[in-house]
């Protein structure tokens, strides 16, 4: 399914939601746009990475409005690296960063196996995914820049997530708002990019990641049915952050969890 995704706003906080997984009431989820924080010239963006130009109290303000909006507890999140590794996160580990240099390095997918964790990935213009098996409640967020497409990040997380007991054509599946083929361009494609992604090349130089990724999660297990992408590309939208538009430093977010107290 591409281009479902539902607005939703309070209080000025503005974040989409993916119908398909909004089935699942124990799955509370949103992609929240740079709307209805206190970052930026202005005071009112939702800036949710640490960095260099934020005050730190800004960003933990933005996470717990985050957080409140969604009815989640204080998420998890990594220092992202355009790895390919996944970090597995439990409710007794009690691992939820509120300062610079708390997040852990070297990870680019969070997996809680269990209910009662919340999980954050930023970005501004890679992917974020999220990957859910309905019957095991076992949850995955994803970050996939072009490094991590070309390591197979997804594929990687579904083994992963079947390590969990998770069932690859159970899952359901959302790639967040991100470059879009319109602006997706990679002139050093030859050197960088695999042989195998060219038939995703949309034009001279341009490319179709959102169709990468669904081939990939296909090719791992996945129902096409049970892939959701929004395909809103982030550089042509202005209510999200864009690295390709001059947002160096701040980063909208795709935060999840599975609330314990859903039957």
């Given at each position: 399914m591409a281009g479902s995704v539902q607005p939703r706003e309070v209080n000025s906080l503005k974040w989409y939601e993916f119908p398909g997984l909004a089935a699942h009431p124990e799955l509370s989820h949103g992609v929240f746009t740079r709307r209805g924080g206190v970052s930026g010239p202005g005071g009112g963006e939702l800036s949710l990475a640490f960095n260099e130009i934020d005050p730190p109290e800004n960003v933990v303000t933005n996470l717990g409005r985050a957080e409140a909006a969604l009815n989640l507890p204080p998420a998890a999140f990594v220092r992202q690296t355009h790895s390919a590794e996944v970090l597995v996160v439990?409710?007794?580990?009690?691992?939820?960063?509120?300062?610079?240099?708390?997040?852990?390095?070297?990870?680019?997918?969070?997996?809680?196996?269990?209910?009662?964790?919340?999980?954050?990935?930023?970005?501004?213009?890679?992917?974020?995914a999220l990957l859910y098996d309905p019957e095991t409640r076992a949850l995955a967020l994803v970050h996939s820049g072009w490094r991590g497409s070309v390591?197979?990040?997804?594929?990687r997380t579904v083994t992963a997530l079947a390590a969990a007991g998770a069932l690859a054509a159970r899952l359901k599946a959302a790639i967040s708002p991100s470059l879009g083929p319109c602006c997706a361009e990679f002139v050093n494609h030859r050197a960088e990019l695999p042989p195998g992604f060219r038939p995703f090349m949309v034009s001279e130089n341009f490319f179709d990641f959102w169709a990468i990724s669904r081939s990939q999660l296909t090719g791992a297990g996945l129902k096409k049915e049970n892939i959701e992408t929004a395909e809103i590309c982030t550089r042509c939208s202005p209510e999200f952050y864009s690295y390709r538009r001059g947002d160096i430093w701040p980063r909208f977010g795709f935060l999840a969890g599975v609330r314990e107290d859903c039957p």
């Open positions: 439990r409710p007794e580990d009690g691992y939820h960063p509120r300062a610079p240099g708390e997040a852990r390095p070297g990870y680019d997918a969070l997996l809680a196996p269990l209910p009662g964790v919340a999980l954050l990935v930023k970005v501004a213009d890679c992917q974020a390591q197979n990040i997804l594929g």
